[in-house]
């Protein structure tokens, strides 16, 4: 019985040194795997680590140009809002004499005659200071019919005057250079007889 026990121990002993022996082997075989891949890729433990230091490199590099170019996306459109209220602001400083005027006609207590000459003088001040910021008026009664700067009410029978001529303005049109703010709304003139011939 003590001679079972004793081959029962032996065996024991020796499969417990066999898996230790077998996890060690397992290891060295992993690491010896991975230096047969670099061997096999034909790159050294040193050249190994060099590409790896330069990939983190260039990794950080790229998470720190993509965070450059989100605070530049940012700075563009703050100063895009910064600029655009600066504009706003040269052009109401513009505007702004012409509403003290109307503020004034309004408490003023003078004749419909004296009135309409307040009124008059504030249009021309405010025609005045639209042209202090490129804004012009669009040509109209005269002119020939332009669907790019025109909008048409009405056609009107006219035979006194040319056909497709402008002859009422109902409401002005402005463009700040060459861009149309709005185009002018106007009558125009039909010439039947001038189609005939």
């Known amino acids: 019985m ?93 505007i702004l004499p012409v509403l003290d005027n109307f503020q004034l006609a309004l408490k003023s207590t003078g004749s419909a005659e004296q009135l309409r000459t307040g009124v008059e003088l504030i249009v021309k001040q405010m025609e005045e200071a639209l042209r202090s910021l490129n804004v012009q008026p669009v040509e109209t009664v005269g002119a020939v019919f332009d669907p790019r700067v025109h909008e048409a009410l009405e056609m009107v029978e006219r035979n006194d005057l040319p056909d497709h001529q402008v002859f009422d303005e109902v409401r002005r049109g402005y463009r700040i250079r060459e861009r149309l703010l709005r185009p002018a709304l106007v009558r125009v003139a039909s010439n039947s007889q001038q189609k005939e011939a």
């Open 2 to 94: 003590k001679e079972e026990k004793k081959i029962r121990d032996e065996q024991r002993e020796s499969a417990e040194n066999d898996g230790m022996t077998d996890a060690a082997e397992t290891e060295q075989e992993a690491a010896a795997g991975k230096t047969a891949q670099r061997a096999d890729a034909g790159v050294s433990k040193e050249e190994y680590d060099r590409l790896k230091a330069e990939r983190d490199n260039l990794v950080e590099r790229l998470a720190r140009t993509q965070a450059e170019f989100e605070n530049a996306r940012k700075r563009e459109a703050r100063e895009r809002n910064e600029f655009r209220d600066y504009a706003v602001a040269g052009a109401v400083e513009q």
